[in-house]
């Protein structure tokens, strides 16, 4: 079966902080997911709080807005076989102490607010996730 995807990945402030960025990519290639498109950008916390609208009703939706417009992060289109849920698998579990071992979060994360990476979890906010920091 064929089903090349494409998805949105963010490398985290916690991760950027850390100088992470080269480790992080080097697991999504050594995984077969290329990395079509990457910038490294500071988004304000007006533009964290329009990307991360879906969780606008959480408690932890203002710690969250403000931790990813923090400082620095990576975002990527991933393309792949199967990348959206390649990527999740690569990931690992939102709660690092839940990730499995050798996932990103697993190896990297803090905690479950400072877990290193992001990544679109559905093909139509792979889409809405990849249009909102690509589209220009
Ligand atoms: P995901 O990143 O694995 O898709 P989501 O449930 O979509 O997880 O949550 C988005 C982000 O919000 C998580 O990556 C994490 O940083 C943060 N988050 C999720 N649940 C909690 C929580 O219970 N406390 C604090 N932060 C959380
Ligand atoms: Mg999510």
Redesign the pocket.
């Known amino acids: 079966m064929n089903n090349r995807e494409q998805t949105l990945s963010i490398i985290?402030p916690d991760a950027v902080e850390r100088n992470l960025i080269d480790d992080i990519k080097k697991i999504f290639i050594s995984n077969n997911i290329n990395i079509k498109n990457s910038k490294k950008i500071h988004i304000t916390k007006d533009e964290a709080a329009e990307f991360?609208k879906?969780?606008q009703s959480?408690?932890?939706y203002n710690?969250?807005c403000a931790?990813l417009s923090s400082g620095p992060i990576v975002v990527m289109i991933l393309e792949g076989e199967n990348a959206i849920l390649a990527n999740?698998k690569i990931?690992g579990?939102?709660?690092p102490r839940k990730a499995e071992e050798n996932t990103i979060r697993k190896l990297y994360g803090i905690s479950?607010?400072?877990?290193s990476v992001?990544?679109s979890?559905s093909k139509e906010n792979a889409k809405k996730e990849i249009d909102f920091f690509f589209k220009d």
């Open positions: 985290k991360y879906v969780h959480k408690p932890f710690d969250l931790y999740r990931m579990a939102t709660d479950i607010d400072k877990n992001h990544g979890d």
